[in-house]
């Protein structure tokens, strides 16, 4: 990577991505790399030319993704691919993670169902959505009324299983071939049937992939909002149930960046290739 202190996130109005506290959180997280927001051309131009360490697809504002369309389609899968295959890493949230399997279904409970073919998904598997209880009509930008809590049970940092329960906002489900090679499971989701996975973690070529479908990065903020005010209220109930699952939130969320650091440093301490035109005649 030629800018190994880099992380590029895709927000983009037309995309209505939904990117704030994801971006505050990776610069808490990630205190010696460089965080910065992306429209589309650039984010594009900034895989191709392999111009940062860390890429984010990020989720969305309300139930139409239009990722696929404004990133090219198969040419984007493409792009996203090739960047990963050279060494990136790739982190991918919510609306992001449908748009990196094979296939795509949205079943929501408040509009018509709809599905995708990615020729050139990452993940061989299902992203479906929205999850059991946590399917609900997608609300105002400040509202919350697009978020909730669902279980999950999750590796930790010894790769033990513990539970927890996370701020979910209609992401998917990964319903994947366990057998490709790279995959590893993070975290499912506790009361869904199968118990899909809700964290996955895929090693594709010199870089890797970590597919979110929870908001494992949005955790308690002391709120001093009026209660007496449904909208705001809201958000305090929410920043409440947040509280609540805290710990166990955090720790998942300090386990994933882990893993992320882990690759970065094993990609640094990767040799460089032998100069073979120096040996040319």
Known sequence: MKNPTRIIIYED???MTAAAELVERLKESFPRHKVQSL????????LETDAAAIAVIPGIFGDDCRYTDLMGGEAGHRKINDYVARGGILLTVCAGSYFVTQKTEWQPHWGPAKERMNMRGLFNGVARGPVGEGRHAAGSHHSYADCTMLPIR?????????ETDIAYGNGPALYPDESQPGLEILAR??????????AAWLKHGKGAVLWLGVLAYMGYKESSYDSSNPVTAK???????????EAGRDDFWRTIVARIKEKL???????PAPDLHRFAP
């Open 13 to 15: 109005p037309q995309a």
């Open 189 to 198: 989701y506790r009361d869904v049937p199968d118990a899909p996975a809700a």
């Open 265 to 271: 440093a094993e990609n640094r301490r990767e040799p």
């Open 154 to 162: 999750y590796k930790d940092a010894n790769g033990e299983w513990r």
């Open 39 to 46: 429209t589309t051309t650039p984010f594009m131009r900034a």
């Open 235 to 245: 958000y305090r109930n929410f920043m409440e149930e947040l509280r609540g699952a």
